[in-house]
C-alpha cells in the first residue's frame, strides 16, 4: 500500500519553464490537496478537490493550474515558473472532509 | 481570518522526559484540528486528529487535548525518546470548508 505518491522527488526549472507535478492515491479517498512548504510560512493550500471533478482555489492559487483526473490522480501545473514558486510541494488525500490528511514526501522544486 | 501559532518554534529535552507542545488559533469556529509529525526531507504524518466535538484524543505515549473556547490544544508526550526528535505541527479546519491552516511547527530535539 504506497499511500500518496508524487513525482518528481526534485526538479529545477528556468523562470518561465512549464511542468506539471503529479500525485496519485491508492487509499480510494475522496478528497485531494495541493500545499506549498515555504520556511518560516507552514503549510499553505493551493488547490483542492472535494470530489472527483470538482476543484476549488486555496489560500495562494495564483501561478497555478490542477487537474482532478480521476479519484487516483491529482495533477498540478505551473504554465509559466516564477523565482517566487520555489518551495516543497505537497499532495495531500483524505477519505472525507473530517477524516485525517495523508501525506506524500514531497517534490523540491527551484526556479532560477 | 484564522490564525494558528505554535510556541516554542524549537525544543531541545532529555529522554525519558514528559513534554506539552502548544497550538493556539484565534477562531474558535472550527471543525477539527489536526496534529502532525515531519522528519527532515519528508512529508507529514498525521498524529491525533480532534473533533470539534471532542476535548481529547490519544495514541499510545501521545495525548492530545482541545479546549476551543480559549483557542488552545496541547500535544503531551510521555516518557520521550530519541525517536521522537521530529518537528510537530498542529493544522485547525476551519467550519464548513475543507481548508486546513497550519502553525510553522515545534522542532523537538530529544537526547540522549
Known amino acids: 500500500n504506497a499511500g500518496v505518491t508524487q513525482t518528481p522527488k526534485f526538479q529545477v526549472l528556468k523562470t518561465g519553464q512549464s511542468m506539471t507535478l503529479q500525485c496519485a492515491q491508492d487509499?480510494?479517498?475522496?478528497?485531494m490537496y495541493w500545499y506549498r512548504q515555504d520556511p518560516g510560512m507552514g503549510l499553505r493550500l493551493i488547490y483542492y478537490s472535494a470530489s472527483e471533478g470538482t476543484t476549488d482555489k486555496g489560500e495562494v492559487p495564483n501561478g497555478y493550474n490542477v487537474s482532478r483526473l480521476n479519484k487516483r490522480e491529482f495533477s498540478l501545473r505551473l504554465e509559466s515558473a516564477a523565482p517566487s514558486q520555489t518551495s516543497v510541494y505537497f499532495c495531500a488525500s483524505s477519505e472525507y472532509r473530517e477524516s485525517p490528511l495523508h501525506f506524500g514526501n514531497g517534490t523540491r522544486l527551484t526556479v532560477t | 481570518k484564522q490564525e494558528v501559532t505554535q510556541i516554542p518554534a524549537a525544543l531541545s529535552v532529555p529522554e525519558g522526559e514528559n513534554l506539552v507542545l502548544n497550538c493556539s488559533f484565534t477562531d474558535s469556529a472550527i471543525y477539527n484540528l489536526q496534529w502532525f509529525r515531519q522528519d527532515p526531507g519528508k512529508g507529514l504524518t498525521s498524529l491525533l486528529l480532534i473533533q470539534s466535538s471532542q476535548r481529547e484524543q490519544t495514541s499510545g505515549r501521545l495525548n492530545a487535548s482541545l479546549d476551543k473556547s480559549s483557542g488552545r490544544s496541547t500535544l503531551y508526550i510521555a516518557a520521550s525518546q530519541p525517536g521522537d526528535s521530529a518537528t510537530y505541527l498542529c493544522?485547525?479546519?476551519?467550519?464548513?470548508?475543507?481548508?486546513?491552516?497550519f502553525g510553522t511547527g515545534t522542532r523537538l530535539k530529544v537526547l540522549a
Open positions: 493544522a485547525v479546519q476551519t467550519s464548513g470548508t475543507y481548508k486546513y491552516i
Open positions: 487509499m480510494n479517498h475522496n478528497s
